[in-house]
């Protein structure tokens, strides 16, 4: 079928919804093509069915501010499919969370909880409600409130919410203490949780370090490594500072990072030293990188991103269409050879577009920070044996993980000698779940 006839009657029945529609035209782009050749899929229509949650919950959240207002949030569950296993997901708290934001994340966890290789499902959640400027106490009524909405509709065999955007190891630990209490279990119904009450070691890093072992995977595949390697990094959160933190540990040199109000640039590269002090500030002053600069004497860009700088390696490790066209061309025309996605959908479809056709090294998130869900595979394993690993063990299970993903992006994804990595990963996530749809029968 036509990619545009499809997309016609996607946007028709989510109008309005860009996000959403922007993420189904990237998978369908590459697997119409796959399903045109198989016509099981077609006759079965599993392109219309996974276009279409299992299920969603949208629900009030009315909390109380220090000063005794009373505010009111939205919060959103978007089960999208547990074909494969139950629904996971993170929870994103940030004032631009909405409909179409969390269905485009959830759609594309189906893909990449998929390619992990472990029984997991697609889902995400989030609200509206933006932490920023909030006490610890706002936070945690907030959290309760959420809370006692969302424990009905989630399990440790139904769906596990994790973190993402504004929900770190404060949220996980407020929102895992209300699930506890209100469901008198202790099970691992969330994953991220802090290493004293059943959270896995190297989940906090996951992700970050995950995007960094899949750049290496890919620079191995053409003969290079990432030894010497100039990285420049978008975001200061939690994917950006574990994946910056990898990179310098294996020899690779990071010139700068972002948050919302510019970006660090370090011509002579940032210490494991100075990153720990970032870290801090991010995780536990909630401070902003200007402050940073401040601090050290070192260049700020306010209001800039980080694309400017020239890199052999970029890792967009902040939001959703925050590398456009522009931006990929200046990074192509600076030298740039790989580009990690360390975020969901960082890069516009134009954007990608340029960096296939240039023939960047170009992995798509799905595939690139699928550690961090694999790694809370891997919390969810440790909490039904009710056992822990050691951080070595978890860390080598992470690098076998991310070895497999790339694997499963050569088999699907080659072309002419080259790897295309965003047909690799999107066929290779799709066909797990079309064959469980597939044996299932209509539904
Ligand atoms: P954090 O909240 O820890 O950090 C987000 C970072 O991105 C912050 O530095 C923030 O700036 C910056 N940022 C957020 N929104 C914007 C914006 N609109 N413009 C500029 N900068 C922005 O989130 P995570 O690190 O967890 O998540 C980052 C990305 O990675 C997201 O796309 C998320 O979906 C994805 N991801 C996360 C995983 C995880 O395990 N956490 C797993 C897989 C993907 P500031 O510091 O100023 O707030
Ligand atoms: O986008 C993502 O993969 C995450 N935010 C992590 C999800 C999870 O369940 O660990």
Known sequence: MELDQFMAGLVRRNPGEKEFH??????????LPFIAAHPDYQKARIMERMTEPD??????VSWEDDDGNVRVNRGYRVQFSNAIGPYKGGLRFDKSVHLSVLKFLGFEQVFKNSLTTLPMGGAKGGSDFNPKGKSDSEVMRFCQSFMTELYRHIGEDVDVPAGDIGVGAREISYLFGQYKRLSNEFTGTLTGKGLA??????????????????????LAHVNDELEGKTCVLSGSGNVATYAAQRLMQLGA?????????????????????????????????????????????????????????????????????????????TLIDHGCRLVSEGANMPTTFAGSTLFEEAQILFAPGKAANAGGVA??????????????????????????????????????GI??????YIKGANVAGFVKVAEAMLAYGIM
Request: hydrophobic share 35%.
């Open 22 to 31: 922007q993420a189904v035209r990237e998978v369908a782009d590459k697997v």
């Open 55 to 60: 299920r969603i919950v949208i629900f009030r």
């Open 197 to 218: 009450f059943g959270g896995s070691q190297v989940r906090t890093e996951a992700t970050g370090y995950g995007c960094v072992y899949f750049a290496r995977e890919m």
């Open 253 to 329: 040199k990071v010139v700068a990072l972002s948050d919302r109000t510019g970006f660090i640039h370090e011509p002579d590269g940032l210490t494991l030293e100075r990153l720990d002090y970032i870290i801090e500030l991010k995780e536990h002053q909630r401070g902003s990188l200007d402050q940073y600069a401040k601090e050290f004497g070192v260049t700020f860009c306010p209001g800039k991103k980080p694309w400017i700088v020239p890199c052999d390696i970029a890792f967009p490790c902040a939001t959703q269409n925050e590398l456009d066209k522009e931006d990929a061309r």
């Open 375 to 412: 790694i809370s595979g891997l919390e969810m394993s440790q909490n039904s044996m009710r056992l822990s690993w050691t951080r070595e063990e978890v860390d080598r299970q992470l690098q076998e993980i991310m070895t497999r993903i790339h694997e499963q992006c050569v088999e699907y």
């Open 415 to 420: 072309e002419n000698g080259h790897v295309n």
